[in-house]
């Protein structure tokens, strides 16, 4: 009997000596490419970055340093009472507003600040555009975090992404006694605590496990596994290939759980995107609401991704999504319901796709990261500026 406790304790020791092993392993060459630096989980906005940090945004495309304030946003200055006599614009966005890939001068944000302090207004630009973050996420960030900094007027920067952002956060939210979303919390879904994940966001392994073995699992029974091999070898996600699979053959999946650029495909997904724009455009009216009670004017604005622009911008990450080289994808759906909902509901609405298609000569994305190069920044502050639609609103802070 001695014997064998003796060998099971061999056994459980050196298990637990190859999980450790393999934990610092995974730690060391795979963690890192998967964990934003110093971003936290956060039990009500689901995440935050740290305050006061300063880290590096490193990709093939780019090598860039971006800082935090004391509010954990993008770029140098500290915000706290509004002083005396200035006015604040706030915005709202995500990875594309916070500024991935260019350094904190280069966001359309600092440029706008810096334009207006040459001409002497006395306005704060407040970048609060977080990565991955969508109208589910602003509107509990906004109602907390930012109504307290007194805006004096707020643009929401919508990304075609946050379609599937806000199918994921919903999942994840929790409600008050009223029936209210009073938080998202990342280790809550449908209601319950998900150990899963709580375990994922402090584990490598556990993370490894969840999204290189059970993912993976998952996609190849939806493709076949000759489906799965042909999207590889095609440079495709599968997430993209299942996607663009019929209907029939995706059974229950709904595309908008892979396909997180299903909003600029093309109109004939219209079906299948207008249930989840529902639930997204319920939240911008939250926004509205929130700012209308309170006198603060609200402007929705919407920017293109590269494959919208140009047959060469964003030219080959664009594959890993399912869209081919060589090829524009103009199809101008996306902006037209954007437009029509602001309309019905009142609230200006700043188009960019013209300026960035007007622009395209240059490169305005990063050719495999996809997100804005500072080209691509220099045309949004040069929209805010000029834009007609865009002044009237911005007239509205004097």
Known sequence: MLKWLQRIAVVIFSVVVALGALEVGLRLFWW??????????????????????TFPQQSPDF?????????????????????????????????FTFGVGVNDEETFCALLQGALDRRGRRVEVINAGLGSYSPILDYLALRDLYLPLEPDAVILWFDFGDLQDDFFYARNLRYDAQGEPAACHPNFVDGRFNWRSYLGDRSALV???????????????????????????????????????????????????YDRLLMIRDRSHLAEIQPHWERTASYLVRIRNLLAAR????????YPYGTQVGPDQWGKGREAFGFASGVTYDDPFAFELLEAFARAHGIPFLNTYAAFVGAREQQLFYDWD?????????????????????????????
């Open 207 to 257: 993370k490894y496990f969840n999204n290189k073995l059970i993912r993976t699992y998952q996609k190849i029974r939806i493709l076949g596994l000759r489906g799965y091999a042909r999207a590889k070898l095609r440079g495709e996600r599968a997430k993209a290939a299942i996607a663009k699979l019929p209907g029939t053959q995706r059974g229950r999946v709904d595309p908008l759980h």
């Open 370 to 398: 996809g997100h804005f190069t500072p080209a691509g920044h220099r045309v949004v502050a040069d929209y805010l500026q000029h834009d007609p639609a865009t002044q009237a609103f911005l007239r509205r802070l004097q």
């Open 63 to 95: 090598h860039t340093v971006a800082t935090t304030n004391n509010l954990g946003l993008r770029g140098p200055a500290d915000y706290g009472p509004k002083p005396a006599g200035a006015t604040r614009l706030l915005m709202l966005g995500d990875s």
């Open 295 to 302: 006198g603060i004017p609200f402007a929705l604005a919407a």
């Open 32 to 53: 890192k490419r998967l964990t934003t630096p110093r971003l936290e989980d956060h039990p009500i906005y689901h995440h935050r970055l740290d305050p006061h940090a």
